[in-house]
T-cell receptor, first 113, second 114 residues
Framework: DAGVIQSPRHEVTEMGQEVTLRCKPISGHNSLFWYRQTMMRGLELLIYFNNNVPIDDSGMPEDRFSAKMPNASFSTLKIQPSEPRDSAVYFC???????????FGDGTRLSIL | KQEVTQIPAALSVPEGENLVLNCSFTDSAIYNLQWFRQDPGKGLTSLLL?????REQTSGRLNASLDKSSGRSTLYIAASQPGDSATYLCAVEGLTGGGNKLTFGTGTQLKVEL
């Protein structure tokens, strides 16, 4: 059974460029989460969706960040324009519903030069 | 605002030793507490989920306890092995907004030596 699939695994780009991270959740899971992990701040929830609808985006750091979930099998996290302080590992996770374990992808390691 | 703390930040033990990792949280209004494992360069793997009404959960050599009233959880690893080396994170799922929102601790980095 395929887990949560994220792409790309690594992204290196220059400051000011647009960055798009992609996620395919586990089939049948109704909740999808985007997290950011840094040494300084640990693991932080950016936004989550239930049934493709954004529920809580209070963790999105700035208007430069946006997330979409056009259907149950695909989500994107976009940063435009990117800045060096956006460098981090970004994880996508999914779960069947609340009060159930979340399953994580292997993450996208993003470096903004 | 929920805050989750893990002690110790790092731990090194010889193979075969039993060990305990600690997690504390400030707001007891939770659906559950979850323990995860993270290997270098990988995502998180769910180990155990304890519902707020439960006291403990067991999976193989792992046992997690929950004392909601005092805001504490422990993860007990029996007969540790080098393959247990990883970072262990605890997270609580809050009741606000219908659940789903996990607040993570900063993790305990475990090294089990031969």
């Amino acid at each position: 059974d395929a887990g949560v699939i994220q792409s790309p695994r690594h992204e290196v780009t220059e400051m000011g460029q647009e960055v798009t991270l992609r996620c395919k959740p586990i089939s049948g899971h109704n909740s999808l989460f985007w997290y950011r992990q840094t040494m300084m701040r640990g693991l932080e929830l950016l936004i989550y969706f239930n049934n493709n609808v954004p529920i809580d985006d209070s963790g999105m750091p700035e208007d430069r960040f946006s997330a979409k979930m056009p259907n149950a099998s695909f989500s994107t996290l976009k940063i435009q324009p990117s800045e060096p302080r956006d460098s981090a590992v970004y994880f996508c996770a999914s779960s069947f519903r609340s009060n159930q374990p979340q399953h994580f992808g292997d993450g996208t390691r993003l470096s903004i030069l | 605002k929920q805050e989750v703390t893990q002690i110790p930040a790092a731990l090194s033990v010889p193979e075969g030793e039993n060990l305990v990792l600690n997690c504390s949280f400030t707001d007891s209004a939770i659906y559950n507490l979850q323990w995860f494992r993270q290997d270098p360069g990988k995502g998180l793997t769910s180990l155990l989920l304890i519902q707020s009404s439960q006291r403990e959960q067991t999976s193989g050599r792992l046992n997690a306890s929950l004392d909601k009233s005092s805001g504490r959880s422990t993860l007990y690893i029996a007969a540790s092995q080098p393959g247990d080396s990883a970072t262990y994170l605890c997270a609580v799922e809050g009741l606000t907004g219908g659940g789903n929102k996990l607040t993570f601790g900063t993790g305990t980095q475990l090294k089990v030596e031969l």
